[in-house]
């Protein structure tokens, strides 16, 4: 039983490499960081460290490792006969990783039982989005026979793995909480056998919560922070006028995860202050830059701001702090961060109307078009 798990990065090594190497896959890690898979492929083994009130360490061995953009060959003969293929590569990549698994598919014995194919990516429905770009290289589409050798399910991955300290070498620093939740439908009864996950009916109640919980929520704190100059999350939690942000967004959050999703109120209030602990840990360092990073993916459309934001006002509920969030994410220029430069260059290109629409996706008429775009004009005066 094989898994080939494209992105030996964080998630990669500490969270999805993990919990496959110990439902018994045999791993292959495919990565385009020429360092890091040589690295991996002369090593026999990385530790895993969870930190927090339950701190372990696990070993991962016998994986192998291939460099899929130097040899995507040796990475398309090993999808071809594998039974999974997972990612966490980042939304933006799936479509580069999309043409080795068409490639893969169209290799791959018919008689073979179908490739599971998982995206683990903070996305709604990350998986669906690898799907059609893969539907997209396969000659005939979405009517290729070719398709019918996958079976192609949704997930949400969640645990808080920062960028690693220099030095580290492949171990991997985690927090001890996980959770792997994976739509059971798509698999007809086989589901793979992956004792940390959870198999569930519908995904979306599961990847609205943590999206729009832990990342709305951790974003918020990245961003606030930044503008008040702190250097990891913790310390951003620390400062009184962060946290009550947090708690504010979290909150409306709430009302909309509670309204269409119909949890019960004190079970997610539970949920959220659990995730203001798990931001703060005091055994991680994590950055305002990296879980600030791409600015401009996490104030798209159905991300952790616009997407609930959209649909509170589309309720006539409270979307005031989410606003104030958006807000400080456009402050956002770390340096190391392309897309905060690119950020920059659209607030000073675009109108704020059409930053709203072009950047945002919410068109004029709907009823965020006019509050989003006053919170564009209004950064001109920081400037
Ligand atoms: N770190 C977390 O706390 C966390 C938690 C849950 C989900 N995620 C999600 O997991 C994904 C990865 O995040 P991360 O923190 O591990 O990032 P990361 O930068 O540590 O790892 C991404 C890896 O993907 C590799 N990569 C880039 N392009 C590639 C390509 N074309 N083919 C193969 N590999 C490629 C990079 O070299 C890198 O090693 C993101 O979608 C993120 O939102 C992260
Ligand atoms: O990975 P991103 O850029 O979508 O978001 C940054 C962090 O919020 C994220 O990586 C969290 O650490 C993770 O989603 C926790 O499960």
């Excluded at 004190?266 to 879980?291: G, I, S, W």
Aim: glycine fraction near 6%; charged fraction near 25%.
């Amino acid at each position: 039983m094989k898994a080939v798990h494209f992105g030996a990065g964080n998630i990669g090594r500490g969270f999805v490499g993990l919990i496959l190497h110990e439902a018994g896959y045999e791993l292959v890690f495919a990565d385009v960081n020429a360092e890091l898979i040589d690295a991996l492929a002369a090593s026999p083994s990385y530790d895993v460290h969870a930190v927090g009130e339950n701190s372990s360490t696990r070993t991962v061995t016998g994986y192998r490792a291939l460099n899929s953009g130097s040899d995507e060959d040796a990475v398309v003969a090993e999808i071809a006969t594998a039974a999974l293929v997972t990612t966490a590569v980042g939304p933006n990549i799936l479509k580069f990783v999309a043409p080795v698994i068409a490639r893969a598919l169209e290799a791959r014995d018919a008689a073979l039982p179908p490739l599971h194919v998982m995206a683990c990516e903070n996305a709604i429905n990350a998986t669906d989005v690898l799907k059609a770009e893969i539907v997209g290289r396969l000659d005939g589409g979405e009517a290729s026979e070719t398709l019918g050798r996958a079976i192609f399910a949704n997930t949400a991955v969640d645990r808080i793995v920062p960028n690693q300290a220099p030095g580290a070498g492949l171990d991997v620093t985690v927090e001890d909480f996980f959770e792997w939740a994976i739509e059971e439908g798509p698999f007809r009864g086989a589901a793979p056998s992956i004792p940390a996950a959870h198999f569930v009916a519908d995904l979306a109640p599961y990847i609205e919560r943590k999206l729009f919980t832990v990342n709305t929520g951790h974003a918020t704190t990245a961003y606030h922070g930044w503008i008040e100059g702190a250097s990891t999350l913790a310390d951003a939690l620390a400062v009184p006028q962060v946290f009550r942000e947090v708690k504010a967004v979290l909150q409306e959050t709430k009302a909309l995860l509670v309204a269409k999703h119909e949890f019960d109120p004190a079970t997610q209030e539970a949920y959220l202050e659990k995730n203001l602990v798990r931001f703060a840990n005091p055994y991680l360092t994590d950055t305002p830059e990296r879980v600030g990073r791409q600015p401009l993916r996490k104030i798209s459309r159905h991300e952790r701001f616009i997407g609930p934001a959209a649909e509170l006002a589309e309720r006539g509920l409270p979307r005031e702090a989410l606003l104030r969030a958006v807000r400080a994410a456009l402050r956002f220029d770390a340096p190391s961060d392309p897309q905060s430069a690119e950020l920059a260059e659209l607030l000073t290109r675009l109108s704020p109307e059409e930053f709203a629409d072009q950047v945002c996706g919410i068109e004029t008429g709907h009823p965020l078009h006019e509050e989003l775009a006053a919170v564009v004009r209004s950064i001109d005066s920081d400037r």
